[in-house]
């Protein structure tokens, strides 16, 4: 979960990553100098990232001014305004980047989750999911942007959810082993197990599991899975998924697709900001 402890410490880390001992180009401007700024989104997208340009613009200095256009979560035309900004100029320049760089991220995976959400939705009622593959240091934000997009979040991380895959299975020595040792450990965490073919799903389905993960199956062998699995355990689709594959998967029935492209082949959003002086100074 997304706290405001978190996107302090997010945005902390990106301001000290960019700034380091100071800002020697905004130091040119003097001190007095007050400007207004407007943020201009250039595509179409998802709006996602609000709080994180206000917390760079408070960090930076509490008394920038942020007056947003838009809500969270709207669908954003090109060449809308988002916001506009006030404050003195040296704390507007030096927070550009750092603020543009949050929102160009999250909206860019918001938006492709959106896409991917809208392309289910015309074929059945399959949820997408998101994984593990995320920007390292921003998986959080990334989770909360496809939430923003439409999307559900898989585990966030190696501590909150079970996924048993091939290795563990092997060093386990088998599937049954592995989730008997799940269940005796963990009793009351999420567990999903990970199969490769139709053999190892109907031994999986024998099991105490809360979803099961279908991995670079063909299409003909997830209807049979679908068939087979008959409602009683949920199912995801997994492995190299692609927007153009997302009819025929929808339509197979399966409960869920997770792909990690949403989050890691990203496009930036194209964002620009603004500047007008004040004539009179503070």
């Not at 959080?140 to 942007?145: G, M, N, P, S, T």
Request: charge should be negative; glycine fraction near 6%.
């Amino acid at each position: 979960m997304q706290t405001v402890t978190r996107i302090q410490e997010e945005v902390r880390l990106a301001l000290h990553e960019d700034i380091g001992q100071g800002d020697l180009s905004a130091s040119l401007i003097p001190n007095n100098q007050y400007a207004s700024a407007s943020i201009i989104c250039r595509d179409s997208a998802i709006m996602c990232g609000q709080a994180w340009l206000n917390e760079v613009f408070n960090q930076l200095d509490s008394e920038v001014s942020v007056d947003w256009k838009v809500q969270e979560g709207d669908q954003i035309a090109p060449n809308t305004l988002l916001c506009m900004l006030h404050g003195k100029a040296q704390s507007l320049l030096t927070g550009e980047r750092t603020a543009l760089n949050f929102l160009q991220t999250l909206m860019g995976t918001a938006t492709a989750v959106n896409r991917y959400v809208n392309e289910l939705a015309l074929h059945g009622k399959t949820k997408l999911l998101d994984t593990r593959k995320t920007l390292p240091g921003l998986r959080l934000a990334q989770k909360y942007a496809v939430r923003i997009g439409g999307g559900v979040n898989h585990r966030i991380g190696l501590f909150d959810a079970i996924l048993i895959k091939e290795n563990h299975i092997m060093a386990a020595g088998s599937l049954e082993n592995a989730v008997t040792r799940a269940k005796n450990q963990y009793p009351d965490t999420f567990i999903e197990v990970e199969v490769e073919n139709i053999a190892e799903l109907t031994t999986a389905l024998a099991l105490p599991v809360d979803r099961i993960m279908l991995d670079n199956f063909a299409l003909a062998d997830i209807y049979q899975a679908v068939n087979l699995a008959q409602g009683k355990i949920p199912l995801e689709v997994s492995g190299n998924v692609t927007f153009e594959q997302l009819a025929q998967l929808s339509e197979t029935g399966v409960d869920f697709i997770s792909t990690g492209a949403i989050t890691k082949h990203l496009y930036a959003i194209d964002l620009s900001m603004r500047f007008t002086l004040e004539k009179n100074n503070a």
